[in-house]
C-alpha cells in the first residue's frame, strides 16, 4: 500500500489550493478515505473523509464550508479542494485510508499560508 500526497506549497491567506493523493497497491475504490493534519506543535486532526460510494462525512468546523473532500476511483486519486485558506491551515496534511480508523498514510504534503 502507497500513499503519496502533493499540492501543498505556500499560499497568501485567502487562497486556494488543492492537494491530491495518489493511491497504490491497494483497490482503491473499496476504501473509504480520509485527510488528516497536523499544525506545528499541534495533534493530529482529523478533517474530513469519504466512503466509497462517494458519500462524505461531515468536516471538522476549523474547516467546513470552506474544504471538500472528493475522489476519483478511475485515477485512484483522492482530492483536497481548499479555499478561503487561512494562516490556522498552516500544517502537514497527510491522506489516510479509513474514516473511524485509518491504517495507511501518505507521508504528508506541507501547506503554509502566509502574506
Known amino acids: 500500500v502507497q500513499l503519496v500526497e502533493s499540492g501543498g506549497g505556500l499560499a497568501q491567506p485567502g487562497g486556494s489550493l488543492r492537494l491530491s493523493c495518489v493511491a497504490s497497491g491497494f483497490t482503491f475504490s473499496n476504501y473509504a478515505m480520509s485527510w488528516v493534519r497536523q499544525a506545528p506543535g499541534k495533534g493530529l486532526e482529523w478533517m474530513s473523509g469519504i466512503y466509497s460510494s462517494g458519500s462524505v462525512t461531515g468536516s471538522v468546523d476549523s474547516v467546513k464550508s470552506r474544504f471538500t473532500i472528493s475522489r476519483d476511483d478511475a485515477k485512484n486519486t483522492l482530492y483536497l479542494q481548499m479555499n478561503s485558506l487561512e494562516p490556522s491551515d498552516t500544517a502537514l496534511y497527510y491522506c489516510?485510508?479509513?474514516?473511524?480508523?485509518?491504517?495507511?498514510w501518505g507521508q504528508g504534503t506541507q501547506v503554509t499560508v502566509s502574506a
Open positions: 489516510a485510508r479509513g474514516i473511524i480508523a485509518q491504517d495507511y
